[in-house]
């Protein structure tokens, strides 16, 4: 039977290529949406072009989350299907993508006199956006490539768990587009922006943002970053970090975290339109596990 593994646009893989035999990848694209133009957050988006549109306009700004028909036509490409989204409490994307599996089995089930077995269509909340979500479409895909008599139902098991077993940390010094969104208390970030700081957050147990510490300069928001991650069990396993045109930044991250932890599998790769639009310039986003994998 064929697999996909499906993301919504919080997560920055754009090239991704399943291991997987007959596996697909894909993104359901957010939108971002400023002075009523709306830029779909897809592979044709020039990111640069979109945070500058956003810098200059002065009214407000916000996004969209992909529609349940954009997440149904996702989900009719394999048999089993495995989606991903932000947190439910950051964006209705885990909402339209129930609403999209409804609509496909429900379609399915019409074309197969009431049946449905032989379609499987799962929707994990991450609780969390950017390289956490990363990290579950990897390790999944591994974990299907290394387990290729896997049914849906221990697939689905494994990546639950390592939904429980990663966290997501915000490395920001800008906070006007989280602010503005309600995505983070404004007395929060007006502070961090009067300070000129750095916060560091990340995603509370029920996927919205949590404030860590204020930090200032690069190494001391290594270290604290590092610290963060080993309070939280993180001992030399995957991490993704998403950056905002900061890859100096983030391969200095990715050299602090390997020096503590030298067998750490870290990737480093740049935010796409939605997590470039809230991390804002500079911004970093670090996803990572501690499981252990099977």
């Not at 697909?24 to 957010?30: K, S, V």
């Not at 529609?67 to 991903?84: K, P, Q, T």
């Not at 990340?202 to 928001?221: E, H, L, M, N």
């Amino acid at each position: 039977m064929s697999w996909a593994l499906i993301a919504d646009s919080s997560c920055n893989l754009r090239a991704y290529q399943p291991a997987t035999a007959d596996c697909a990848f894909a993104l359901a694209p957010l939108k971002i949406v400023v002075a009523g133009e709306e830029y779909a957050d897809d592979a044709f988006l020039d990111v640069a072009t979109l945070n500058h549109r956003v810098a200059a306009e002065p009214s407000a700004s916000g996004s969209s989350c992909p529609s349940a028909g954009e997440w149904a036509e996702l989900f009719r490409l394999a048999d089993n299907v495995i989606a991903i989204t932000i947190s439910a409490n950051l964006s209705g994307s885990f909402e339209a993508a129930q609403m999209g599996r409804n609509l496909v089995m429900d379609e399915y089930a019409r074309d197969h006199d009431g049946q449905i077995a032989g379609k499987n269509i799962f929707v994990l909340d991450s609780k969390a956006a950017g390289g956490k979500l990363e990290l579950i479409v990897q390790l999944l895909d591994r974990y299907l490539t290394n387990n290729p008599d896997a049914t849906f139902d221990q697939a689905v098991s494994y990546a639950e768990q390592l939904q429980a077993s990663s966290q997501v940390l915000f490395s920001l010094s800008s906070y006007e587009n989280l602010t503005k969104n309600g995505r983070m208390p404004k007395v929060v970030g007006a502070l961090a922006s009067g300070l000129s700081i750095r916060m560091l957050g990340t995603a509370s147990a029920q996927g919205k943002i949590k404030v860590v510490a204020p930090t200032r300069g690069d190494k001391k928001t290594y270290r604290k970053i590092i610290e963060t991650m080993r309070a939280d069990g993180y001992r030399g396993g995957m991490v993704y970090i998403d950056h905002v045109f900061n890859e100096d930044g983030a391969s200095a991250l990715k050299d602090a975290i390997v020096t503590e932890w030298p067998h750490a599998e870290v990737f480093v790769l740049p935010c796409g339109g939605l997590c470039s639009y809230y991390a804002e310039k500079t911004g970093l986003i670090i996803g990572y596990e501690w499981a252990h994998r099977l």
